[in-house]
């Protein structure tokens, strides 16, 4: 007796190898979802807690006059840890007395010490503003000691928070716009880079 019964074509195998397909995928969807995601704030609570004022996140697409000046503090602190590193100070005139909760401004000497100007200050004539491209206007401001500093002159890595002294900032130097008052002291409309612990 013929046996006529075609062996089937269908492997049992197949949905399961296609389920197998369809989660490693779903899988590698979701880690490139999680690498393009920016990561979550886990501390906003207790940023939100404190009533110390706070630099809004961020963005590359803000070309804000606020987020340009923040990035222009930035660049001001990296100019001023360059110097620091090179000169093994900082660079305030002889005779300046030492307080980190002394806010420094930023005028002209400063500058010219910090640009490679001022030979007595800086021996090497090095410009550290040079790597950081400062805008004309951020020099104009600078020149006008609308900036100010506070540093970490005791090498502890934290420097008392400007507008709230109680508390400590986790950074060496700390860099900030007066903004329209020109006045350092008030925070409403002061420009920083920071956040507060």
């Excluded at 000497?109 to 490679?116: F, H, K, P, T």
């Excluded at 008052?181 to 002061?190: E, I, K, R």
Aim: glycine residues 6%; aromatic residues 12%.
């Amino acid at each position: 007796m013929e046996h006529n019964s075609h062996p089937s074509t269908r492997s049992p195998k197949r949905p399961f190898l296609a389920f197998m397909i369809l989660l490693f995928s779903a899988g590698c969807l979701f880690l490139l979802y999680l690498w393009w995601t920016p990561p979550l704030k886990m501390n906003r609570s207790k940023e939100v807690a404190n009533n110390a004022p706070t630099p809004p996140e961020h963005s590359r697409s803000d070309y804000s006059a606020t987020s340009m000046m923040r990035d222009q503090c930035r660049k001001i602190i990296s100019a001023l840890r360059g110097f620091h590193s090179h000169q093994h100070g900082y660079p305030l005139p002889a005779g300046t007395a030492f307080d980190e909760k002394t806010a420094y401004p930023i005028n002209q000497a400063v500058v010219a010490a910090i640009g490679g100007v001022d030979a007595e200050l800086n021996p090497s004539q090095v410009n550290y503003f040079k790597p950081w491209e400062l805008s004309a206007e951020t020099l104009s401001e600078l020149k006008a000691g609308h900036f100010f500093a506070t540093f970490d002159f005791n090498g502890d890595g934290h420097v008392p928070n400007p507008a709230s002294p109680e508390k400590n900032i986790q950074q060496d130097v700390l860099v900030w716009h007066a903004g329209k008052d020109g006045n350092p002291s008030t925070w409403n409309d002061n420009v920083f880079a920071w956040v507060a612990e």
